[in-house]
Structures are given as C-alpha cells and as structure tokens.
C-alpha cells in the first residue's frame, strides 16, 4: 500500500491567494484527519471525518478554512484567503478505526509570504 | 480540558545509552495513550498504545512505555538507543471521547 498520499510537498503563495491542500487516505480506512503544525502550537487537530462526513471541525481557526471529502478516497483542504500566519505543516492522516491508530501522509509545507 | 505534558523539548543521550522521555496528562479517568514518533520531513508514525490492561506496554523498534495511573504518566523507554532512533517523539492522548490531543514533542539528539 502507498500510504496516506498528500500534495502538494510545498506550496508558496502570496498572502491572499487561494491554497488547496489535497489528500488520498489508504484504501479501506473510513476516518481522515486534517491537523496542523508549527513550533508554537504543535500539533493541532483541525478537522475530522468518518465515512466521508465532517464529525467534528472545532479545530478549523476560522471561515477562511474550509476541507471537503467528496468520496472515500480524497479530501480537500482549502485556504482563501491564505495569510501569513497559516504557514505551517500540514497533515493528513487516516484510519481504519478512529484515533486508533492513525497513519501519516508526509505533510504539506505551506509558506504565505 | 485535557492536557498532555512533554516537559523536555531536546534530550541528548549517547549511541548505547538508556532512554527515558517523560509524559503527563491531566484527565480524571484513564484515557487512551499513545506514543508517535516523527522523522525528520515525515508524518507521524505510531509506536506503541495502551488502552486497558497490562500497564506496560511493547511497541515497535524496541520500545515499551509504563502507564502509571499514580503519576499520571505514561513514560517511553528503550534499553539502548541508536543512532536511528533520533527523531521528535509526541506522546498522545484520547479522552474516549475520539479527540486525539498531541503533546509538544521532544526532540531526541544521538551522540556517537
């Protein structure tokens, strides 16, 4: 199995731009995970869904922030406006059975400058 | 709220040497426990999990970690690190309630 897969690796925009972090989780798992990390916050959890639908986004920081997960195999992440402030690692993860046992994608690292 | 406490953010240990990280929660039950490790550039990969049971817990690459309900801790530890073994190390917690809250982390440093 490839494992959990996210594009893109790194992304660099403008402040304002529109950013779209995407996500494949393993085939089979029906959890998937948004969460976020800088030096200051850790690990953050932003967003979850199960079976395709969003149980708990108490984690999303603002309306800027918004995921999707049209079907098993993708989710979306998105940022519009992007600031500066939202530069950070960002990371999918998906289980077979809730929080589990969760497995990684290797992070997408997005710098608004 | 709860909380998970990783008290040291940098451990420097010899090639061969024991180790210990710490980790505290705060929680009035007992929550489910984790232990994740993080290379550099890479996602978080588990190591080892303590549900119920038996409270000290094997995991992989030769790691075990002690559940102490006293303390409210679960420490990780190995025997005898190598050089592979640095990395960040996050321990984890979920109230039962499917909200995995991750500590700091403490960055692991090997000394040849």
């Known amino acids: 199995d490839a494992g959990v897969i996210q594009s893109p690796r790194h992304e660099v925009t403008e402040m304002g731009q529109e950013v779209t972090l995407r996500c494949k989780p393993i085939?089979?798992?029906?959890?998937l995970f948004w969460y976020r990390q800088t030096m200051m916050r850790g690990l953050e959890l932003l967003i979850y869904?199960?079976?395709?639908?969003?149980?708990?986004d108490s984690g999303m920081p603002e309306d800027r922030f918004s995921a999707k997960m049209p079907n098993a195999s993708f989710s979306t992440l998105k940022i519009q406006p992007s600031e500066p402030r939202d530069s950070a690692v960002y990371f999918c993860?998906?289980?077979?059975?809730?929080?589990?046992?969760?497995?990684f994608g290797s992070g997408t690292q997005l710098s608004v400058l | 709220a709860q909380s998970v406490t990783q008290p040291d953010i940098h451990i420097t240990v010899s090639e061969g040497a024991s180790l210990e990280l710490r980790c505290n929660y705060s929680?009035?039950?007992?929550?489910?426990l984790f232990w994740y490790v993080q290379s550099p550039g890479q996602g978080l990969q588990l190591l080892l999990k303590?549900?119920?049971?038996?409270?000290l817990v094997q995991g992989i690459k030769g790691f075990e970690a002690e559940f102490k309900r006293s303390q409210s801790s679960f420490n990780l530890r190995k025997p005898s690190v190598h050089w592979s073994d640095a990395a960040e190390y996050f321990c984890a917690v979920d109230e039962r309630d499917d909200k995995i809250i991750f500590g700091k982390g403490t960055r692991l440093h090997i000394l040849p």
């Open positions: 869904f199960n079976n395709n639908v969003p149980i708990d």
């Open positions: 303590y549900f119920s049971g038996d409270t």
């Open positions: 085939s089979g798992h029906n959890s």
């Open positions: 993860a998906s289980s077979l059975m809730g929080f589990e046992k969760l497995f």
């Open positions: 929680y009035g039950a007992t929550p489910y």
